[in-house]
């Protein structure tokens, strides 16, 4: 299994940016694939989370802002980052596992087993 993320960039406060994340070498079901980031100085913390049955699970401070969406005939992956503050600023991975998370499932670290290596969003002041 191979996961990417594309997308990253540097942008303004208040700007938006589209990751995107596509994985290979599985299309069974059912699945679970999410966004986490690490910031400089911090420990790696989930962003959102979405399942092959289109559940969705964002953290406090995703609410509002970033949206997770798929394209399961492509299986990709999006988060769509609006109204981004200089406190998003690290670097992104998307994680995938062949299982279906439900719930509060989902948002740890230790549930995936596929991670790409990371795409760098920078928002400057």
């Known amino acids: 299994v191979q996961v990417v993320e594309s997308g990253g960039g540097s942008v303004q406060s208040g700007g938006s940016l589209r990751l995107s994340c596509t994985a290979s070498g599985y299309t069974d079901r059912p699945y679970s694939m999410a966004w986490f980031r690490r910031a400089p100085g911090k420990q790696r913390e989930a962003v959102a989370k979405i399942d092959s049955e289109g559940g969705t699970k964002y953290a406090d401070s995703a609410k509002g802002r970033f949206t997770i969406s798929q394209n399961n005939a492509k299986n990709t992956m999006y988060l769509q980052m609006n109204s981004l503050k200089t406190e998003d600023t690290a670097m992104y991975y998307c994680?995938?596992?062949?299982?279906?998370?439900?719930?509060?499932?989902?948002?740890?670290?230790?549930?995936?087993?596929?991670w790409g290596q990371g795409t760098q969003v920078t928002v400057s002041s």
């Open positions: 994680a995938a596992e062949p299982r279906l998370y439900t719930d509060s499932r989902g948002i740890y670290e230790f549930e995936y087993n596929y």
